[in-house]
């Protein structure tokens, strides 16, 4: 959970708070399979369209697997990529 210099868990958790981010520690099964039939679909039009751009890994449709399952909001920059593997989940970009 922590990758930059100078960020302990303490203040991870601390930052959290403060902005009011929850985190679902425990997921069901039901977002691990959406998240694996996402990240299948997307290797297919991946593979369909010979795409050489960045890859995607199976984290980042964990992620959207969860927001869509409890109708969250996803504040992301690549909609491309959650538009297309989760065709109703509300998102916002900056």
Not at 19 to 28: E, N, V
Not at 51 to 67: P, Q
């Amino acid at each position: 959970m922590i990758a930059a210099k100078g960020r302990t868990e303490s203040f991870v958790a601390a930052f959290f708070e403060d902005a009011g981010i929850a985190i679902d520690w425990h997921m069901s099964e039901a977002i691990w399979r959406a998240a694996s039939r996402a990240f299948q679909g997307y290797a297919e039009r991946r593979r369909k369209h010979r795409d050489s751009g960045t890859r995607r890994i199976l984290a980042d449709f964990v992620i959207g697997a969860h927001a869509a399952a409890h109708s969250y909001r996803l504040l992301t920059t690549d909609v491309r990529l959650y538009r297309a593997a989760f065709p109703s989940l509300k998102i916002d970009t900056i």
